[in-house]
Each structure stands twice: as C-alpha cells, then as structure tokens.
C-alpha cells in the first residue's frame, strides 16, 4: 500500500509499505478521508516528544471496515466506520473513575502506533463507531476534532448559560469550538484570528463577530460586541503567550478561561488578578467515549458540516499539505486528504 510517512523534522515521505494485517480484535480499514491535526503540524516540525519517526500519523479519519482478526467480529465488515483513536486500558485509578481520557496507559492511533495516513490501517473493534453508509466521508472524519472540541465548549459553558464567547484561532478547533458553542446556546460568538482571509471565511459560514489578533484592540472590540454584558467564557484554541493573557484581561469576573490549544507550555498570567476576580483556569485534551459518540451524532444530524470551512486535497500530496500550513498559506480551516 501506499502510505504518507513522517521520517524526519519537516520531512514527509511518500512510501511503499505492507497492508497491515489485523490481528485478534483488530478490524483492517480502507482509509476513505483522514483530516490533518494541528498537533500533527507540531509534529511534522519535530515539537512534539510523543510522536517518534519514522510514523504513519493520522488519527481522525473515516472508512470501510475490509477484514477483521477474529471471526466472532465478522458482522463489522464491509461497515463504514470512524474510528475513536482514544485507547485506554480500563484498569488504572483513573479508568476506574471514570477518567478514560486521562488513562495512566493512554494511547493514539497515530502517535503509538500507525495510523490512516496510508491506504489502510488497523483500530481495535472496541474504537469503530459505525455510521450511516451516505454520511459524507469527509463529515465523518470530523468526529474526532468534533469530540475534542464539544468537550471543552461544554465545560467552558457549563456555568454560564446564554454565554458571550470569545475563541481564539480559526483553526479546525476553533471554528469547531465556535460552531458548538452556538448550538449550545451561547448569546453571542466573536472568532479571533490573525489571517484576514480567514476571518473572511468565518463570516461566510455564519461566525459573523470577528476580530483581528493584531490590528484590532481587542479589549474595544468585545465592547462593541458583546455591551455591558461582557466575556463570559473564552476558548483558547490557540495557546501563546498574547491569547492567553488577554483572555483573562477580557473575561468577566467569575468567568471561564478554557485551555486547549498547545501552542507554548510556559506561560506567566496575572494569578493575583485571576483570584480575586474568581476567573476558572480549565484545561481540555480530548473527550470521553460519550462526547466521541455525540460528536458522531452531530454530524448525522447535520448540526456540523463541513461545508465552507474545510478543503479536500488528495493524500498523495499530503507532504505539500504540510509544508502549505507550516508557511500559513492555507486559508481554510482544515485540510482532509483522501487516498
């Protein structure tokens, strides 16, 4: 099979590699849309220690279920699929709590071992969700970001009901972040960005409150926004040194400041300021199986599309779709190759 693999800082490879064969509860799939993560740019550029080279990364993805390694698994066949990457082994305290998403064990598809970069690739039956056979595969693929994203919208929102939003980066987790906190009832949404062209496209799907991260005075611009009323949730898709600084200078007392974008570790805040305006600091990584599956349910209802916002390019120039997005000359808020 051909397969698109990361061999070296800023170095994609398009390769011959074996078909994966699935073993005991594994299900072999026909990779038919495998989106592209912001954390796999930071991995394309060699910042991020989990993932190790040479790796077939790919973790949000949708496809055919072609094989199975055991026969008591047989009715998933020929089952179009997407995949939870999101494996966790049950046993640990934090399973035991609940916290699966926090497992001691936690692993990825796509990090820990290969993952739909390629023509095919292997899942656990335990991680297939099945989906509607005339679900856009490109939809499909969405789960993933979806999931992540629902999660941290709704704990970002979870004290504040008709809340003004503000979510740093339109990225595919900030638009998603942006979209879900609609559907969850916020009052108003303002989307902050740095690419005017993106702005743009913001406001064609319906973001319709903007801002401009560098030309714009932020502090004003929530004014005009948002009134006497103010920020009460932001959501940092985005993860610098300036976003997260002047998330805490916008928020209302008693607001929610939701972390989830990785972009530095280090960061100095005001906590004085944040105590004695009681501001909640929260951090979000991915999602619980529950969140995956309404992610999953979201887009066959077609309360999220991915109409206006994504781009589709052909796997085979995944490596050109790296390099685009490390140069910032991508103006959509996601790239989702297909083989």
Request: glycine content about 10%; hydrophobic content about 40%.
């Amino acid at each position: 099979m051909k397969a698109l693999v990361w061999n070296a800082a800023e170095q994609m490879d398009w390769e011959e590699r074996d078909r994966p064969a699935p073993q005991g509860n594994e299900a072999l799939i026909r990779i038919e849309a495998v989106g592209i993560c912001g954390s796999e740019i930071e991995g394309y550029l060699g910042h991020n220690s989990l993932r190790k080279p040479p790796l077939i990364m790919g973790h949000e993805f949708c496809g055919i279920v072609e094989e199975v390694g055991d026969v008591k698994n047989e009715s998933w066949v020929n089952k179009k699929i997407v995949v939870n990457p999101l494996l966790f082994c049950g046993q640990c305290d934090r399973c035991k709590k609940g916290l699966t998403q926090l497992c001691e064990q936690r692993k990825i598809i796509g990090i820990h071992q290969p993952g739909a970069f390629a023509d095919w690739a292997v899942a656990p039956v335990e991680a297939l969700v099945e989906v509607p056979d005339g679900l856009n595969s490109v939809r499909a693929a969405l789960a993933e970001p979806l999931a992540c994203s629902l999660r941290a919208t709704r704990r970002a929102m979870e004290h504040h009901p008709f809340a003004n939003v503000v979510v740093f980066g339109a990225g595919g987790i900030g638009l998603l972040c942006a979209m879900t906190a609609k559907l969850l009832g916020a009052a108003k949404v303002m989307i902050v960005d740095t690419n005017p062209e993106r702005l743009k496209m913001c406001k064609s799907i319906g973001l319709t409150h903007t801002a401009h991260a560098s030309e714009d005075r932020l502090e004003e611009r929530a004014r005009e926004t948002f009134g006497s009323k103010g920020v009460d949730a932001v959501i940092d898709a985005a993860g610098f040194q300036p976003t997260r600084e002047v998330a805490v200078k916008l928020l209302n007392a008693g607001g929610t400041l939701m972390n989830i974008g990785l972009g530095i570790d280090e960061t100095l805040l005001p906590i004085n300021y944040t105590i004695r305006q009681e501001i909640e600091i929260l951090g979000s990584f991915c999602y619980s199986r529950q969140d995956f599956q309404d992610a999953v349910d979201l887009l066959i209802a077609g309360k999220i599309t991915e109409t206006g916002w994504t781009e589709i390019r052909p796997l085979a120039e995944g490596f050109q779709a790296f390099a685009h997005l490390v140069a910032g000359e991508v103006t959509s808020g996601k790239i989702v190759l297909k083989p």
